[in-house]
């Protein structure tokens, strides 16, 4: 059994990690610690093994989230998630798609551990209130109160309109058009007036140390930075955490990983990922699954 309920749960336990840490690489250490665990476990006092795994790597999820959060806060520049490559299958899960997307992902960075574990197990994976309970340490009561106030603090800050797949796709077409025309008016006109754009370089790729805010200002930044590369950048449309996103690679060689927030038609977030250290997912799909 033990081997049957973790390989047929792998996906699903690794997509509550990444929700949990917005990191792949924290999310598979996580991954490995639950099934080392599980692998010491009396397995036939186990009656919902799917229950008792996501409890794991919650917990486990929950002490690497803990460690980390305080690494992040000597991070060089802004802390953006590590993009992934996603199968086709994520983006048809609309709510699965938007629960791994950037503009969610930086907003679950806001809460606290324990919120954000409650938020991803409750909204994502719709645990009941009890198995909440038992994986963060806390009662049934105590865990509606944390849900109710982290729903109250995303839908604060999440987008408040449905945005398909399409006018994603749409806006950062008409994105890369501009850019490699060096057409700074173009790249204008697909900004939203107020746009706000973080880039994450991890201190080892030249990026932006902070937000870049106004459609202006975020034309010019893009547009400068072609500008100097020229013919050796090219930009190619993929699917990165389950929206359309762009990649940019320069002289052939991956330089960064573009993804967007779309409202009205217009990019109203811009995230742009150059550490080298988030890049290394790109090189073939992976499965999240809920």
Same mark, same amino acid.
């Given at each position: 059994m033990s081997d049957d309920a973790f390989v047929t749960h792998r996906s699903l336990l690794f997509t509550v990690a990444y929700e949990m840490l917005g990191s792949a690489a924290d999310a598979e250490d996580v991954v490995q610690e639950t099934w080392l665990r599980w692998a010491g476990v009396d397995h036939d006092e186990v009656r919902d093994a799917r229950a008792y795994l996501v409890r794991i790597v919650t917990r486990q999820a929950l002490n690497r989230l803990r460690a980390v959060s305080r690494r992040r806060e000597d991070y060089v520049g802004e802390? %953006?998630?590590?993009? %992934?490559?996603?199968?086709?299958?994520?983006?048809?899960?609309v709510e699965l798609a938007e629960s791994v997307s &950037?503009?969610?992902?930086?907003v679950l960075e806001t809460l606290s551990p324990t919120e954000r574990a409650v938020f991803v197990l409750r909204e994502v994976f719709v645990t009941p209130y009890d198995e909440i309970a038992e994986a963060v340490g806390k009662s049934p009561a105590a865990v509606r109160q944390v849900a109710h106030r982290a729903r109250e603090h995303v839908a604060a800050r999440r987008p408040h309109t449905t945005v398909s797949v399409a006018e994603t796709r749409g806006?950062?077409?008409? &994105?890369?058009?501009?850019?490699?025309? +060096?057409?700074l008016q173009s790249l204008v006109d697909v900004l939203a007036p107020d746009v706000v754009a973080l880039s994450d370089g991890g201190g080892i790729a030249q990026?932006?140390?902070?937000?870049?805010? +106004?459609a202006d200002k975020v034309a010019r930044l893009f547009g400068a930075g072609l500008?100097?590369?020229g013919a050796a950048m090219s930009v190619d449309p993929a699917q990165v955490n389950g929206w359309p996103a762009l990649i940019a690679r320069l002289d052939g060689k991956l330089d960064g990983v573009l993804a967007v927030r779309v409202e009205g038609g217009l990019v109203t977030e811009l995230y742009y990922v150059r550490n080298p250290e988030k890049l290394t997912r790109l090189g073939g799909e992976m499965t999240l699954s809920r």
């Open positions: 802390w %953006l998630p590590e993009p %992934l490559l996603t199968t086709p299958d994520v983006a048809e899960d &950037f503009a969610m992902l930086t806006a950062l077409e008409a &994105f890369r058009r501009a850019v490699e025309t +060096g057409d990026a932006v140390p902070r937000p870049i805010v +106004g500008a100097r590369v």
